[in-house]
């Protein structure tokens, strides 16, 4: 697996290193040791999916808050999306800093988030999956959310206003100055 620092401290690009012949190609998407060498964290506690039919949806910009903050390793694996983290570690030198990467489903690139970082996409073609390894479970209690337009970020979307937007995300509260 190659690992890729961003401008956002202890968020990955991560590459599968391919072994390719006459068949196609083999890579790990995951190895709990790589992860673990690194300082991430490597105790996966579930995989999620996320189907969006149509280009132009939005979802985000979640994270969990604390005691059951979240990491996050996102891999899109059908269509196309425009993924992006927002450091919300008050502590960070990235605070309010916001990375964003295209992911495609023609490709094994992952991007991976940690915990204290919301995360949100936006399609780019209809039919886009995503798929999530989160490595804490999901608990409603801790799900909290910032604004997708919110100009405390000022988050540059490709497909400008979403064409679908869930009201929970349209209604997060601005994030506090």
Not at 33 to 51: H, I, M, T, W
Not at 77 to 86: C, E, F, M, Q, S
Not at 112 to 140: I, R
Request: include cysteine; charge should be negative.
């Amino acid at each position: 697996m190659i690992f890729t620092e961003t401008k956002l401290p202890g968020v990955f690009i991560v590459d599968m290193e391919r072994l390719e012949d006459g068949r196609g190609f083999f890579g790990r998407s995951f190895c709990r040791s790589e992860f673990a060498k690194r300082g991430l964290n490597p105790d996966v506690a579930q995989c999620n999916v996320s189907f969006n039919q149509k280009a132009g949806t939005l979802r985000g910009m979640h994270y969990q808050a604390t005691p059951h903050a979240e990491d996050k390793l996102i891999r899109c694996t059908r269509g196309r999306l425009y993924d992006v983290i927002v450091d919300l570690r008050r502590d960070s030198p990235s605070f309010r800093q916001w990375l964003a990467l295209e992911l495609a489903g023609d490709s094994p690139r992952m991007l991976y988030a940690p915990k204290g970082c919301a995360h949100g996409f936006q399609t780019l073609e209809d039919n886009t999956e995503v798929f999530y390894q989160m490595f804490e479970p999901y608990h409603p209690e801790s799900a909290r959310g910032v604004r997708w337009d919110d100009p405390a970020f000022g988050i540059e979307w490709p497909k400008g206003i979403p064409a679908i937007l869930s009201e929970r995300d349209r209604n997060w509260p601005d994030y506090p100055v």
